[in-house]
């Protein structure tokens, strides 16, 4: 099992800013119940850091998760499933470019490894890289489509580097089921992007009342936070 579980793609949902969060763990095959066949011992370290793990990951504390995780990846530098719960947890706790290089790190090392791939995507839309975001994206969404959070994050990577159409697209290819009030605002934003003021107001409108002050701030802006003036609104 993995720091994250559940779902089509293997993640189980905590969402910030509706992206997608992880939250169960293990430490792939380092600890006591490692895999037969291991090709290096843990040592006490490992265990230790094996130990500190799983508990930091039952209390939700990312943050120790992560620091006996920098442990473990140097005891096992060529495990995958390592990197990519490195990766998570990294991202869990803030540490978005250290997320994104173990994500790229757990890819290079299993390219079968759709999660890292998500990871890529996440971590480089939080670290401020939204082409690389972009291109993993849509990367995995070409083997899961309609992955709704993967189209979210895709889809905001999109506008940062000035792409609405694209943004749309992926947005459009979200099943209306799935769709929460995060895609909502992007569609609106999306939508106010290509000059479509009253389908970005209808976007708008079906999300939750409390988010008001948001939309009137999204309403505002255009491109890269130019005013966008609709000549439709007084």
């Known amino acids: 099992m993995d720091l994250s579980d559940g779902g089509s793609s293997g993640r189980r949902n905590m969402r910030k800013n509706g992206r997608t969060r992880g939250a169960k763990a293990s430490p792939g095959k380092t600890g006591r119940s490692?895999?037969?066949?291991?090709?290096?011992?843990p040592g006490a370290d490992g265990q230790a850091a094996t130990a500190a793990f799983l508990a930091a990951v039952s209390r939700g504390d990312f943050t120790a998760a992560a620091e006996a995780l920098d442990i473990l990846v140097v005891v096992e530098p060529d495990n995958a499933k390592l990197h990519y719960n490195h990766a998570l947890a990294l991202r869990l706790s803030g540490r978005v470019k250290d997320a994104l290089a173990a994500a790229r790190r757990a890819r290079s090392l299993d390219t079968a490894n759709a999660k890292a791939l998500f990871e890529i995507a996440a971590s480089a839309l939080e670290a401020g890289e939204p082409a690389a975001s972009l291109e993993?994206?849509?990367?995995?969404?070409?083997?899961?489509?309609?992955?709704?959070?993967?189209?979210?994050?895709?889809?905001?990577?999109?506008?940062l580097v000035d792409r609405p159409d694209a943004a749309l697209a992926l947005l459009e290819s979200v099943a209306a089921a799935d769709a929460t009030d995060a895609h909502r605002l992007c569609r609106g934003e999306t939508l106010r992007d290509l000059g479509r003021f009253e389908e970005a107001e209808k976007a708008w409108a079906q999300a939750a009342p409390t988010l008001a002050g948001q939309i009137l701030s999204l309403r505002s802006k255009g491109p890269r936070g130019r005013m966008a003036l609709n000549p439709s609104r007084p």
Do not use: I, M, T, V
């Open 34 to 41: 490692a895999a037969a066949g291991r090709s290096k011992s």
């Open 136 to 159: 993993a994206g849509s990367a995995y969404l070409a083997d899961h489509p309609g992955d709704a959070d993967a189209a979210l994050n895709a889809a905001r990577a999109a506008l």
